[in-house]
């Protein structure tokens, strides 16, 4: 089973600020079949980015995702108020899909 | 346009059995798998397997085999997932998920989760 580690555990930053988000996993991840997810309280969790890189439809080209192998990061470019949430990395290039435990960012 | 919706809150006591539907609209039921996952108040997410809705071939998480059952009715667009033996661990948000594309197993969209609370 691939292990996906995520850090920070939480991200303090204020509105306009960039944020970088790490997504590291415990063996090459086939295919960089990497997806982002972003979660608001009470809500089920939104699809960001796919393949590692790729946008979702309807997802602001603030949110952009890179990386390859063990290595994946999502940055956001300026932070919106919206966009203070919880980030999950999940692989599905190995099966059992999984998930990182997740990112919080919040306001500074 | 394309949606799940699942069914409501359940209660059950320690050592029963629930049974979540998920009802998918705006699109070929039978052409994209429907996945599982949970989340317990203030924690991460887990996959817990999926479910092939045209052949109704699962597959799943090593630490739910034997306690999981996902199943399917065609007729209207109903995924189900039936869990078993429910202990206090089990209470959590269960939501359905349907793979973005019938070859790549990313998750869009999901369901908007059902409460499960395992209390005696």
């Known amino acids: 089973e691939i292990v996906l580690t995520q850090s920070p555990g939480t991200l303090s930053l204020s509105p306009g600020e960039r944020a970088t988000l790490s997504c590291r996993a415990s063996q090459s991840v086939t295919g960089s079949y990497l997806a982002w997810y972003q979660q608001k309280p009470g809500q089920a969790p939104r699809l960001l980015i796919y393949?590692?890189?790729s946008r979702a439809t309807g997802i602001p080209d603030r949110f952009s995702g890179s990386g390859s192998g063990t290595d994946f990061t999502l940055t956001i470019s300026r932070l919106e108020p919206e966009d203070f949430a919880v980030y999950y990395c999940q692989q599905y290039g190995s099966s059992p899909w999984t998930f990182g435990q997740g990112t919080k960012v919040e306001v500074k | 346009q394309v949606q799940l919706v699942q069914s409501g809150a359940e209660v059950k006591k320690p050592g029963a059995s629930v049974k979540v539907s998920c009802k998918a609209s705006g699109y070929s039921f039978t052409s994209y798998d429907i996945n599982w996952v949970r989340q317990a108040a203030g924690q991460g997410l887990e996959w817990m397997g999926w479910?092939?809705?045209?052949?109704?071939?699962?597959g799943y998480a090593q630490k739910f085999q034997g306690r999981v059952t996902m199943t399917k009715n065609t007729s209207i667009s109903t995924a189900y997932m039936e869990l078993s033996s429910l202990t206090s661990e089990d209470t959590a948000v269960y939501y359905c998920?349907?793979?973005?594309?019938?070859?790549?197993?990313?998750?869009?969209?999901w369901g908007q989760g059902t409460l499960v609370t395992v209390s005696s």
């Open positions: 393949g590692a890189s």
């Open positions: 479910m092939n809705p045209y052949s109704a071939n699962t």
């Open positions: 998920a349907r793979v973005a594309t019938p070859i790549a197993n990313w998750f869009d969209p």
